[in-house]
């Protein structure tokens, strides 16, 4: 029996990752060693991913119009949902259902730039920018931009405090970038 189970995790995970990689190329850009989940929801056509990024299990891209930017290195968890536009309802005498038209304002991008570890259930709404090394703890709703090397929580998401400051950072941004020029 426990032959016959590890057979089937097996053989799912192989069946995943084939389908994971018939499924990048519908991405507007797929990096190397990134892994997703293929049968979560996605967006495909306004998201872009870049390398070494791993996206959870149970991920939720929406993009109408607006564009999805996944820099490098990347850790999603589970659950994390991306949304970039919102509903018009400014339309005076119409159900909002009905509304076909979008204001520019209801659609805006959302950028997570290189390095980002991103928790558990969290939201990130239309229009944000997660700044270079931050981390969103898990549960949080980012309805600001977040400043490089921030820890923010949540809801609405609030800088807590940084990964580091002063000499700590500078060093940590010259180690990374000797890494780089090294590759």
Known sequence: MILFAR??????????????H????????????????????????NTSIGK????????VMLSSDAKITIGNKVIMGPSV??????????EIGEYMF???NKLPENDLPIVIKDDVWIG??????????????????????VTRDTPPFSIS??????????RWEGDELKKHIDLIAKKKSKS
Do not use: C, E, Q, W
């Open 120 to 141: 558990s259930g969290v939201t990130i709404l239309k229009g944000i920018t997660i700044g270079t090394g931050s981390i969103i703890a898990a549960g949080a709703i």
């Open 81 to 90: 949902t991306l949304i970039t536009g919102d509903h018009n309802t400014s």
């Open 22 to 45: 018939l499924f990048k190329r519908l991405f507007d850009n797929f990096g190397s060693n990134s892994i997703f989940h293929p049968f979560d929801y996605y967006s495909f056509k």
């Open 98 to 100: 009905d509304i076909k």
């Open 52 to 59: 070494d990024v791993y996206i959870g299990p149970g991920a």
């Open 153 to 162: 929580a949540g809801v609405p998401a609030k800088v807590l405090k940084y």
């Open 7 to 20: 057979l089937f995790f097996l053989l799912r995970r192989a069946y995943r990752r084939l389908i994971m």
